[in-house]
């Protein structure tokens, strides 16, 4: 068994990172479509990430109870939740706030030039 998954790589790449990472970046979505913190999404994923530890547990014979199992999946899970997360979020300022902020990426925007937005100058 390996450092980052239990049971096998097959089940770590079907289970956690297809359909584990499928459900956090929707989750993500969800969060950032709703205005919600980013600490709430956290909590999300962590739960998400119980999910996951048990479904390993039930059909793939892993353990239930490992912190390191529990946190390897909630950091995975954490990443395509927060990818999730920063794109919805990008998308949203550039195409709600048009006239103030520019896509620069997937995942950043920038103010336009000319633009004053006092709340992020402090």
């Known amino acids: 068994m390996g ?7 097959g089940v ?4 956690l990172c297809a359909l584990g990472g499928s459900a956090a ?9 709703t205005w919600r913190p980013l600490w709430r999404l956290c909590w999300f994923l962590f739960l998400l ?4 530890r048990f479904l390993t547990f039930a059909l793939f014979d892993g353990t239930l109870l490992s912190l390191h199992y529990l ?22 300022m550039t195409t709600q706030y048009v006239w103030l902020y520019e896509k620069t ?7 336009r030039d000319g633009a ?4 992020a100058e402090g």
């Open 3 to 9: 450092i980052i998954y239990e049971t096998g790589l």
């Open 105 to 111: 990426g997937p995942f950043t925007w920038r103010l």
């Open 25 to 33: 970046w929707m989750t993500g979505r969800a969060a950032a479509y």
């Open 116 to 119: 004053s937005d006092r709340y």
């Open 71 to 92: 946190l390897v999946d909630y950091v995975v899970l954490l990443a395509f939740g927060l990818a999730g997360w920063r794109y919805t979020r990008t998308s949203q």
């Open 49 to 52: 990430s119980v999910a996951i």
């Open 12 to 15: 770590f790449l079907i289970l």
